[in-house]
């Protein structure tokens, strides 16, 4: 009587000569072997299919809250902002957040939402690779175990095991962290902000002034600022066949009573016109030591600038100058803002 073969389940030993049966050290490799970076597209997640784009982008929000990233762009460091309170001082990460990399819709959407909502910034004071503030992500800061820091032969096993597991997957990540850098398009960031903040940023020079025939002082920034604009600008248009879509510029620089009291050098900042028609928005933020309002009258800079947004923006623009004291710097500031009517 023919026996009927029954198929075998996936608890039954495995048979002799079973092309289905691993060996030992295959068996060791599958198990220290890591599975891919990210969600497979075959087991899409229901943060996609359950929550609408509207829903994401909020999530999107929460998790790029104060953020400053660090990147190289045209031989250069750079940094981009999101929504970042204390501006100056938040800490600086080198490169992209691990969770970018849940998967590749993550990936595309939460850069589309750090392009959009996210500030491109140039900081002339730290624009050179070796002056760069960074730290690690905090999502990085967990990874590392201190069995890093043990001799390899005091290891047993199990950690041996562990150690090795660890550095696949920081591999893994490097790898797949680098490939999300560069989907990155810096000119696909709609606000670009120039950093003046610090020592040095300026200088005061005696010009001519041909119609009062006398010399007066004006008060410029330094050379090392101004060629990191220009470095910058002309990096952002070289390709004049796809012109970079930013429509706001924002200027912060502190400055004291002795440089506001002289006239402020505009003419680098004209270079923003390379950016193209494209441009709404022209914000300018002092900041000063001194009582607000104190330059209500006169104010010199202000002057500067209603010309600068003009010349940028057209001699239609809007043109208007606020006060306030920011009290998380402990600082007063002048707020300058202009755009398309």
Known sequence: MP??????????????????????????????????VGVSAATPSPFFAKFPREIRDNVYKHLWHDTKLSIAFAGMSL??????????????????PIWLLASRQTLR???????????????PSTSSPEALRTTPHPEDEGIDSGLLAQPPDSLSFADE?????????????????QRANA??????????????????????????????????????????????????????????ERLPGIEKVVIEVAADENLREHALGVGPLFWIAD??????????????ELGVDRYAEADSWFKEFSVLAMGLLGEGCRVEK??????????????????RK
């Open 3 to 36: 026996t009927t073969k029954q198929p075998r389940s996936e608890s039954s030993p495995a048979l002799a000569g079973d092309s289905t049966s691993e060996s030992p050290t295959k068996k060791a490799r599958n198990a220290t072997s890591l599975p891919p």
């Open 275 to 288: 950016l193209g028609k494209g441009l709404l928005k022209l914000d300018m933020r002092v900041e000063d």
């Open 109 to 123: 959407e939460g850069l589309a939402e750090l392009e959009v909502h996210g500030e491109l910034v140039l900081e």
């Open 183 to 240: 989907l990155l398009v810096v000119r696909n960031f709609k606000t670009l902000s120039i950093h003046g903040v610090g020592g040095n940023t300026f200088v005061t020079e005696q010009i001519v002034d041909r119609a009062k025939y006398q010399y007066v002082n004006v008060t410029r920034f330094n050379g090392s600022h101004v060629r990191a604009i220009w470095t910058c600008l002309s990096a952002l248009t070289a390709d004049r």
């Open 322 to 339: 606020s006060s306030f004291l920011d009290q998380d710097m402990g600082v007063c500031v002048d707020m300058f803002k202009a755009g």
């Open 79 to 96: 940094f981009i902002l999101y929504d970042g309170g204390y501006r100056h001082y938040t800490p600086t990460y080198a490169g992209l």
């Open 161 to 177: 095991q562990q150690h090795m597991l660890y550095l696949q997957e920081r591999e893994a990540y490097n790898a797949t962290r």
